[in-house]
């Protein structure tokens, strides 16, 4: 659905996801030249440096806020190249930031004054389509990982947005279109192959560092680089039934309350999301609603196209909708159906929230957020959760508790640094009033910035998080990796 709110190219702009504003003018002070060409002469890949050409690009996230100038951008090539960038940061004493396909609201795929170890060239997929197994290097995107199953007819559970990287995705759960048929990413996990702090290169498996294995499993980022993941892939597709039906504001509430009892008992082949949002200016809906608030329900559903037909009626029935795009379409074309709306460059701020139920209280107050938002790009996004992906326990994989029915995904998303402040306070203000409604968790891979610092880390990951501490104190006692969604080991040093 493309909104044409701004341009696809990456541009790097003030940095404002600290909070606040820092004086960025002096480069930051490089390890000495030698060292650096010492480094670059033993890679198969490159060192892009302050003063390259190809600088400003190599810093470049997919979030418009973020401006961060590394001492470094190490392109690694392959494994090898891992252990060395890594082994480097750490005799510089400089952080290390760990960038997969550098789309996380954070920004932590990129640090100020350190290391980037950026993984976008290992970005090789290899399917044993007999055994319906994937291996996918760490810089792999969801598109090109879709594209390479596809072509055997199978696919790996993973995100809604295609140009999201696989890696920081699968580490930290992953949610998508497959999650209530075959469950999260990280659920369809086999191994990884890991580059720890220490510099060893492992493969975790159930047999070989189970524990590493099983913190790997949703607990994002915090004990290596992992340079390729193993997946289980299923046969879906090549079609599948899409839902896209956009409802007008006076009949939102009503055909929320019907969503939310239709989602309840709905067959694990079908995987939703009701957004709340303003209405993109996209010609198959009529004009007088372009940029006014709307209801949207998206639906896939990833088992047989009759039966997908016949199951998605009902979201399609309900109300009077004002454009009903639904359609069988590749599962490829199904992956890619919301890339359009999340250009690069543009300012995004996410927080969210695990629900408990969909009250008609909490209707009412989405309602009421969704009208006094500042920008037109913002949504509220429940997800349908339950079926696969809740049967797996908590304790099985470190991402924690499954139970919540329902995940409210609060995007503030905007184009002029002007809206910042107001951006901001919106998703602030959204996070706050969902707080009754919640279990307390959030997922992990959506926030920007946690002000809440370690608290919701801790919180999120419930009673799962000592075994993850127990996890980090064993593969890097010193927080080597700790630009992230950080778990704290017992006595870093
Ligand atoms: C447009 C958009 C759509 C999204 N849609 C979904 C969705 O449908 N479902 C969902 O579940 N989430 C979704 N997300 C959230 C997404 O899961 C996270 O932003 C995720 O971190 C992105 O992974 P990345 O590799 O692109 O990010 P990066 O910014 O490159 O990495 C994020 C973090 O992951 C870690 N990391 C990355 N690569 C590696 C690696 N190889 N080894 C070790 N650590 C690594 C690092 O800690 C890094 O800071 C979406 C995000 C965006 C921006």
């Not at 470049?60 to 100038?69: E, H, P």
């Not at 839902?243 to 929320?256: E, K, T």
């Not at 559903?301 to 009759?306: I, K, P, Q, R």
Request: glycine share 10%; proline share 5%.
């Amino acid at each position: 659905m493309n909104r044409s709110a701004a341009s696809r190219t990456a541009v790097v702009s003030r940095d404002s996801s600290s909070g606040s504003v820092a004086d960025f003018a002096a480069a930051p002070a490089l390890p000495s030249g030698e060292a650096v060409a010492n480094l670059e002469a033993g890679l198969r890949g490159e060192v892009v440096r302050p003063d390259d050409a190809g600088y400003d690009d190599a810093r470049s996230v997919w979030n418009g806020m973020i401006d961060r100038r590394p001492a470094l951008v190490v392109r690694c090539a392959d494994v090898a190249d891992v252990r060395s960038a890594v082994a480097f940061a750490r005799e510089h004493g400089l952080p290390i930031a760990v960038r997969g396909g550098g789309h996380n609201v954070s920004g932590n795929a990129v640090c100020d004054g350190g290391v980037v170890v950026d993984l976008s060239a290992l970005d090789g997929v290899d399917v044993d389509a007999d055994r319906r197994r994937v291996r996918a290097e760490g810089g792999v995107t969801i598109g090109a990982l879709d594209r390479a199953t596809q072509a055997y007819g199978l696919a790996v559970p993973q995100g809604i947005v295609s140009e999201t990287g696989v890696a920081g995705l699968t580490l930290g759960g992953g949610l998508g279109w497959l999650r209530r048929r075959h469950g999260l990413s990280c659920d369809n996990l086999v191994a990884v192959e890991l580059v720890t702090a220490d510099g060893q290169q492992v493969r975790a498996d159930e047999q070989h560092h189970p524990e590493l294995f099983w913190a790997v499993r949703g607990g994002g980022g915090n004990f290596g680089v992992v340079t390729a993941f193993e997946f289980r892939a299923h046969p879906v597709g090549p079609d599948v039934f899409v839902a896209l039906v956009f409802h007008p504001w006076d009949g939102a509430a009503s055909a929320l309350r019907h969503w939310r009892e239709w989602q309840a008992d709905a067959p694990d082949e079908v995987s939703s999301l009701a957004v709340l949002w303003h209405a993109p200016a996209i010609e198959q809906i009529p004009q007088a609603y372009h940029h006014q608030p709307v209801l949207t329900f998206a639906a896939v559903h990833t088992g047989a196209v009759a039966d997908g037909e016949r199951e998605l009626d009902a979201v399609r029935g309900n109300g009077a909708p004002i454009a009903d795009l639904s359609a069988v379409m590749p599962y490829t074309e199904a992956q890619q159906v919301f890339d359009e709306d999340y250009p690069a460059g543009l300012r995004y701020y996410w927080k969210s929230r695990f629900l408990t139920e969909l009250t008609d209280e909490a209707v009412d107050v989405l309602m009421e957020l969704t009208e006094s938002s500042p920008s037109p790009h913002s949504t509220l996004d429940l997800w349908q959760l339950g079926g696969e992906m809740a049967r797996v326990s908590t304790e099985h994989t470190a991402f924690g508790d499954r139970s919540a029915p329902l995940l409210l995904g609060v995007e503030a998303n905007w184009e002029d640094t002007a809206d910042d402040d107001a951006c901001l306070a919106w998703a602030r203000r959204a996070h706050r009033a969902a707080e009754p409604f919640s279990t307390g968790a959030e997922y992990l891979n959506f926030p920007g910035f946690l002000e809440e610092g370690e608290a919701v880390v801790r919180q999120s990951f419930g009673t799962n998080y000592p075994r993850l501490v127990a996890v980090k104190n064993q593969y890097d006692p010193a927080n080597v990796f700790r630009l992230n969604q950080n778990v704290t080991p017992d006595a870093p040093r």
